[in-house]
Each structure stands twice: as structure tokens, then as C-alpha cells.
């Protein structure tokens, strides 16, 4: 009897241990089985969401929709009961309340993994990218959700610090690095940079470098692919211009960083900007340079407009004029081949991007025998400097202008290229209509 008692106990504690642990339990939830059950159930009920806002917009003829009306965001954010989303949400949060790091990461790498099976779902049946969306859209929020509970209840700092880094070596991986402008990469790095926005709001001892750096890195790399290989895909030809949203996100960190008064941080955004920038000149990168110029303009107006130096006790040079020196980093790439008449690539958006963060009208005029081979020209009229004003005219009759003379004008505007010394205005006229004659004579 004893014999059998004992091993009864001994088989109770194993029960009793297997439904107690965390790890078995993670293990579980995840399972591709579950998972693939799980969005099976998801999917369906999203797509009777998407057949009623159809239905909807098929009505055309009694309602005037906007263009926004036409997206489509699911309201169910999950299923009942035993949610995936709502199990992993729970077992984190305990891990941070009980400060257990070995199943805290354990718990991230699964909501990862979940993660990315969401995102390669594909439904079905056939025109079914509203159903794929929505369950795209379903992870983004479920995973923001978590990281915003993980940085609420974090009061060690230690999972806040764990979070960033296990995104940034994500964000690294070959699925993710091979395609920068997929939505999946876009969302990770979005929630990475959103992570680093609030380590530098709580004034954190620990600066989000690794994810400055990231960021950096996969533009770099996926640049210098795409400029190098040649591709006959549309869509890869679409992320030569969209690998630029990388620059934007480093602009968000370095405008954090001023607001909330770390000037050594904003430098290193500067810096990482005016590596990405050279290496985008030299590779002819056209839409990176364009957002390089553009973020190191509006960190350099912004810390003019706090009035913040240098973070260096040796220095005493503004950030604004360090915003300049990196502009001019980059220039010395873009003069690599001066025309005979003094033109060279992407001069226009050189000028203007001078002139924006000047406040004054600038032109870049080649000096011979001067190193470096260029000057920077404030241009006078009637022996004054004159201010950058720039215009834009809508298609009725009103108008706007940004004037850039005033250093508290912190508006951002896209880069148009335009000239120092030409008048130019960006105007939008009315509606073309375009009558097409079919080859029956009918015209659409």
C-alpha cells in the first residue's frame, strides 16, 4: 500500500506541476494548433464585420463618404473563451509583477511568434485582403496593448529595457530585415521607437541607443540592397522610397530627446542621420536624402527654438549650427560631380534645406580651390538678407505660407527642391477631367 502511495504523490506532483508552470502553460497557448484554430475562429468573425461595413459602402447613392470612410477596422479585438491574446496578456503582466524575467522573456519571444503568424495569415477565400488587415490590425493593437501594461507596472526598469532590446534583435532578423517596408517590420519598429519615446519621457539613466542604432542599421543595409540590385517588381521599386520612413522614425526620436531636454541623445540622432545621409548621396538615394534634410532641419529649428547648446561641456556651439555641420556632411557627397555651370545632384534640395534652417534665402555656389569645394551664400536684396518665406496656393483662391525667418515656426513640410534663386510656388489648380475614348467610341 505504501508503495503505491508514494507514487501516487509522486504523479500528483507532476500533474500539479505541469498545470502550475508558466513555461507549460506559454508552451501550450502557442501551439501551432491553437494558433492556427484561433484564427480560424478570428477570421470568420471578421469577415461577417467586413461583409456589414461592405454593405455600406455598396450603398453609394444615399450617403457622401470621405475617403477614411472606405478602411475598415474590426471592433472584436479577440475571441471567447480562453483568448490567446487575453492568456499571454495575463501571464506577462505577472511576470513583471513578480519580477521573473526568465518567463517574462519567455512570454515575449511566444507574443512574437503570435505576432508574426498574424501577420502571414492569408483567409481563404479570394478578395479577402480586408479580412487579412483586419487580423494585422488585431495584432498591432493586442501587442501595443502589452507593451504599454509592461512599461505602466515596470518599476525596476529592467523588463522596460528587456522589451527594447528583444525588439531590436527582431527587427534584425532575416524575415524582417529582407523586407524593412513590409507591415510587419513597419509595426515592430514603430512599437520599438514608441518604447524609446517613453524611456526618454521618464528621463531613463539608460538612453534607447540600441534602438537608435537599429533603426540606423536596417535603413543602411536595405538601401545599399536596393540601390545595388536591379528589380523589376513595382512594389520593390515603391520601397526605394518607402525605406525613408526609417530617417522619420530617428527624427521622432531626436524630437523627443529635445522636449524632454537631452541634447546628447538628440546629437546622437543627428549623427546617426548624417551617417544615412552621406551613405544615401553616394548611392544616389534620392527620397532618403530628402528625409535626412528634412529631420535634421526640424531637430536644428527646434533646438534653436529651446535655445539648447551643445550637450558637450567643451563645446560651445549650438545644436542648430551641429545640425548644419551634419547637412554639410552630407553635401560633400552631393558635389562629388559639379556641372561646368555649378549644378550638382539634388542642389534644390540642398538650397532649400540651408535655407529653411538658416531662416534666410541660401545658395550653394562652388568655390575653386577652396576646401571644401562649396560656400554657403545668404542672399541680400537692397543690402538686406532675404527672409525664406515659402508659398503654397490652393485650387480656390486661398493660400498659405510657412516663413521660416521666424524660429519659432516649427511647421513641417515636405522638401519640395525648389531653388534659391528662383520663384517658385507650389499651386494646386482644380480638378482635370479626363474624358477616355474606349475603342467602341464610348468615352468614361
Request: one cysteine or more; charged letters at 25%; glycine letters at 4%.
Amino acid at each position: 500500500m505504501l508503495p503505491i502511495l508514494i507514487f501516487s504523490s509522486i504523479d500528483n506532483a507532476i500533474l500539479t506541476t505541469r498545470y502550475l508552470s508558466a513555461k507549460k502553460f506559454i508552451e501550450d497557448s502557442i501551439s501551432e494548433n491553437t494558433i492556427s484554430r484561433y484564427l480560424e475562429q478570428l477570421s470568420i468573425e471578421i469577415k461577417s464585420e467586413v461583409e456589414l461595413h461592405q454593405s455600406y459602402l455598396n450603398d453609394g447613392g444615399n450617403y457622401q463618404k470621405p475617403i477614411h470612410a472606405y478602411d475598415f477596422e474590426p471592433s472584436t479585438l479577440g475571441i471567447e473563451p480562453n483568448d490567446i491574446w487575453d492568456s499571454m496578456t495575463t501571464i506577462t503582466n505577472l511576470a513583471v509583477e513578480n519580477n521573473d524575467y526568465p518567463i517574462f522573456r519567455q512570454s515575449l519571444n511566444a507574443i512574437l511568434k503570435l505576432v508574426v503568424r498574424f501577420y502571414s495569415f492569408k483567409f481563404k477565400d479570394a478578395d479577402s485582403y480586408k479580412i487579412d488587415a483586419g487580423i494585422k490590425y488585431i495584432a498591432r493593437k493586442r501587442l501595443r496593448s502589452i507593451i504599454a501594461s509592461v512599461v505602466e507596472k515596470d518599476q525596476s526598469g529592467i523588463f522596460f529595457q528587456s522589451l527594447s532590446s528583444d525588439l531590436c534583435d527582431f527587427l534584425m532578423k532575416d524575415e524582417l530585415l529582407q523586407k524593412p517596408c513590409s507591415d510587419l517590420a513597419r509595426s515592430i519598429a514603430s512599437d520599438a521607437v514608441w518604447i524609446a519615446k517613453k524611456m526618454l519621457e521618464s528621463h531613463s539613466v539608460i538612453e534607447p541607443i540600441k534602438v537608435l542604432n537599429t533603426i540606423h542599421r536596417i535603413a543602411e543595409v536595405n538601401i545599399y540592397e536596393m540601390e545595388n540590385n536591379v528589380s523589376e517588381n513595382n512594389l520593390e521599386q515603391l520601397d526605394k522610397y518607402n525605406i525613408s520612413a526609417y530617417a522619420y522614425d530617428i527624427k521622432v526620436l531626436g524630437v523627443s530627446a529635445l522636449n524632454n531636454g537631452n541634447s546628447h541623445f538628440a546629437y546622437r540622432c543627428m549623427e546617426s542621420l548624417s551617417y544615412l545621409g552621406c551613405n544615401s548621396a553616394k548611392l544616389k538615394s534620392t527620397q532618403t536624402v530628402v528625409a535626412v534634410f528634412e529631420s535634421i532641419v526640424q531637430l536644428g529649428r527646434l533646438a534653436r527654438n529651446l535655445k539648447i547648446g551643445c550637450f558637450w561641456s567643451r563645446c560651445l556651439i549650438p545644436a542648430e549650427s551641429h545640425a548644419e555641420e551634419f547637412m554639410g556632411h552630407i553635401l560633400t557627397w552631393l558635389v562629388q560631380d559639379i556641372e561646368p555651370d555649378g549644378n550638382f545632384f539634388m542642389r534644390g534640395y540642398a538650397e532649400q534645406a540651408y535655407s529653411r534652417i538658416r531662416g534666410v534665402k541660401c545658395s550653394i555656389k562652388p568655390k575653386a580651390n577652396s576646401n571644401p569645394c562649396f560656400w554657403i551664400e545668404e542672399l541680400e536684396k537692397d543690402g538686406k538678407k532675404i527672409p525664406h518665406i515659402e508659398y503654397e496656393s490652393g485650387m480656390y483662391g486661398y493660400g498659405g505660407n510657412s516663413d521660416y525667418s521666424d524660429y519659432s515656426n516649427l511647421k513641417e513640410y515636405v522638401l519640395h527642391g525648389i531653388r534659391s534663386e528662383s520663384t517658385a510656388m507650389i499651386f494646386h489648380s482644380t480638378p482635370i477631367p479626363l474624358n477616355i475614348e474606349c475603342e467602341d467610341g464610348e468615352e468614361n
